[in-house]
T-cell receptor, first 115, second 118 residues
Framework: ETGVTQSPTHLIKTRGQQVTLRCSSQ?????VSWYQQALGQGPQFIFQ???????GRGNFPPRFSGLQFPNYSSELNVNALELDDSALYLC??????????????FGEGSRLTVL | AQKVTQAQTEISVVEKEDVTLDCVYE???????LFWYKQPPSGELVFLIR??????QNEISGRYSWNFQKSTSSFNFTITASQVVDSAVYFC???????????????FGKGTKLSVKP
């Protein structure tokens, strides 16, 4: 069974640029959630995708957007990067819609530094 | 509003000591889930336990135990006979129970960094 994989693991961007982060969900999972974890803080929910549609969003501006593909992998896109976007971005996969369906399995994250 | 507070920022113990990590939560929901996750230096969050608000029984899994007290809105985590491999950041989290909406909306505390020294 393949776990959740994320790429790239580390990247450096400058303010104003755009970034795309990728996530392959665990085999058999059809839901992907994205979280932002600033240094020394707990993860914060960005949004979730279920069967290729956004299924819930946290308090993040529209410049944070995402996609889910037919194979359930996902992308997180951030436009017009700001210094405060520097964080560890975590992807989690799970099966089913609604919180009754099992636990979230997290990847190791993509660490983004914005200069 | 939902909120999770982990008042202990860092804890340091010597191997074989018992240690308790505190978690206090706030929610207006009458039904909810509580979680504990472990985050080793590699970064991924490792699921430890999920408990729903209907079940206040304490749970033990090997050296780990959890004490859920709805009356004090607490869900504390105890590691018995700690080991160096237990060193990590531990997060407590809360989510609503829903039947079709977003599953992913976990509200995390700020975490407690546990260092176990040999």
């Amino acid at each position: 069974e393949t776990g959740v994989t994320q790429s790239p693991t580390h990247l450096i961007k400058t303010r104003g640029q755009q970034v795309t982060l990728r996530c392959s969900s665990q085999s058999g999972h059809n839901t992907v959630s994205w979280y932002q974890q600033a240094l020394g803080q707990g993860p914060q929910f960005i949004f979730q995708y279920y069967r290729e549609e956004e299924n819930g969003r946290g308090n993040f501006p529209p410049r944070f957007s995402g996609l889910q593909f037919p194979n359930y992998s996902s992308e997180l896109n951030v436009n017009a990067l700001e210094l405060d976007d520097s964080a560890l971005y975590l992807c989690a996969s799970s099966y089913g819609q609604g919180s009754l369906y099992g636990e979230l399995f997290f990847g190791e994250g993509s660490r983004l530094t914005v200069l | 509003a939902q909120k999770v507070t982990q008042a202990q920022t860092e804890i340091s113990v010597v191997e074989k000591e018992d240690v308790t990590l505190d978690c206090v939560y706030e929610t207006r929901d009458t039904t909810y889930y509580l979680f504990w996750y472990k985050q080793p230096p590699s970064g991924e969050l490792v699921f430890l336990i999920r408990r729903n608000s209907f079940d206040e029984q304490n749970e033990i899994s090997g050296r780990y135990s959890w004490n859920f007290q709805k009356s004090t809105s607490s869900f504390n985590f105890t590691i018995t006979a700690s080991q160096v491999v237990d060193s990590a950041v531990y997060f407590c989290a809360l989510s609503e129970i829903n039947y079709g909406g977003s599953q992913g909306n976990l509200i995390f505390g700020k975490g407690t960094k546990l260092s176990v020294k040999p």
